[in-house]
């Protein structure tokens, strides 16, 4: 359909050599955009970079640490050398660390809110500051459940930068959106990437505390995010922005005490002490 069509759009994708930042870039080239594709993983970047040359549009590279202000400035004039506008953010590259409260080291923290979050502004800064020029625009951030709940488990500096987007994308939702650039943020549950699945095979029962809060009954995939892209990135969202939009699989929804449905009927099973079903 029309409004969907990203034809003739440049967009720019961090974190694009693998997971939900990969999953992005394709869905925007299928879509019809041409792309600057960003990770410190050039390699996992021009891999990308070859897909969407695959499907006919044009796509550059570049090896950027998001994390530095100053590579996010020398970023933004390769996109205007080689494209001169962006039209689309997707703001999704990002690391975070694991520590306990009484335990984490405020370097570890001061890491984390640089990389999360002064990274994330300064990506929409620039991006930000072309759009306004144009009048147009729309940025994407990735944050996730933990930008409005706690997670535990030595979250604690990543559930702050996490909670730090939510309110950057309201914030800036507010100040451009009237000059014609919408922000929204999308906000993840566990979807499945290297990290996480090392995670899960260190701790055994990791996945199945995942699910057992999770009411659709799988983690996520990074070709969920695939839609939300497109839609946001199109003239088929113009009325929206400042949006906080779960891709959860129920999980914010449900109640901390609730039980997922797949859970609920395993529970419900008759047992070999349950006599009441025979």
Known sequence: MKMFDLSGRVAVISGAAQGLGHA?????????????????????????AREVRALGRTAHTAGTDVADPAAVTDLFHLVDDRFGRVDFLGNIAGDGI??????????????????????????????????LARGRGSILNIGSIASVRALGRGHVAYSMAMGAVAQLTRELSTEWSHRGVRVNAVLPAQVVNPSLTERMRQDPGLEARFLSGIPIGRLGRPADIMGLVVLLASDASEWITGAIIPMDGGNLAMNAGGTPGHVGAILAMPHEHDTSTR
């Open 24 to 48: 992005a870039a394709l869905a925007v080239a299928q879509a019809g955009a041409d792309l600057m594709l960003v990770d410190r993983n050039l390699e996992g970047a021009q891999s990308t």
């Open 98 to 131: 694991l520590g306990k409260p009484e335990d984490l080291p405020i370097a570890d923290l001061e890491a984390v809110l640089k990389n999360l979050v002064i990274g994330r502004f300064a990506m929409c800064q620039e991006a930000g500051r072309r759009m």
